[in-house]
């Protein structure tokens, strides 16, 4: 069976993580074209056409190219299928891990990582090949999954970034924090969200919830405040839900 031939346009840190991790697995990976480069001499006889630019500039790269029989893919979680336009053979494949360089963006997609996909059925082998796994999310689902992709990632960070500031303002070691979340959210293969929260949220203790934020500098409270009342949500919620069941 002949080895499939990818064409990846957009050499950042997304482009070059597919580069090494297609290569890899033994695929046919060829030069990642660039801004410098002529999208008019890329090679028509790729089996895929991989667009791993920025959300803006999927459209511009799709009109630059000529008629082609490769599968024209994006990589991009909010973009809709139509930025591919005018080809036949579209596909849209997301991959739900972070890569913040090369390297380690390999091994992410080579880890038994998850793949949004749509659109063209061709666009699997690229996941079969990694050893990653698939669910669909058609246009209409687009803007959800990706915020519940930035939630889950970008977000995640933003709060750890806050836990790390109030550790050096108490001048306490930030690794032990990271040791904590690690087992919180490894309890999630497990439990649902609601069944998992514990804390003084989830057991009402408000005083304890006024203290901590009395506690905190000004510009640190806006944060812990929506999530102590999306924890105190959660909890009712999670009561009620109890209450039906009886």
Sequence with gaps: MKTPTVQIIGPGKAGLSFYLALQSVGWDVLEPYGKASKLKDLDSNADFILITTPDKEIPIVAKALNKTKAV????SGATQLDSLLPHKRRASLHPLVSMPEAEIGKERLLDDAWFAIDGDPDAERIVDALGGNTFRVTDDNRSVYHAAACIASNHLIVLMAQVQRLC???????????NLSSSTLAGLDDLNPAEALTGPAARGDEETLKSHLKSLPVKERHLYQCLAQGAKDLATQSIINESENI
């Design 72 to 75: 024209i893919i994006h990589t």
């Design 168 to 178: 050096m303002k108490i001048d306490i070691p930030f690794q032990s924090f990271l």
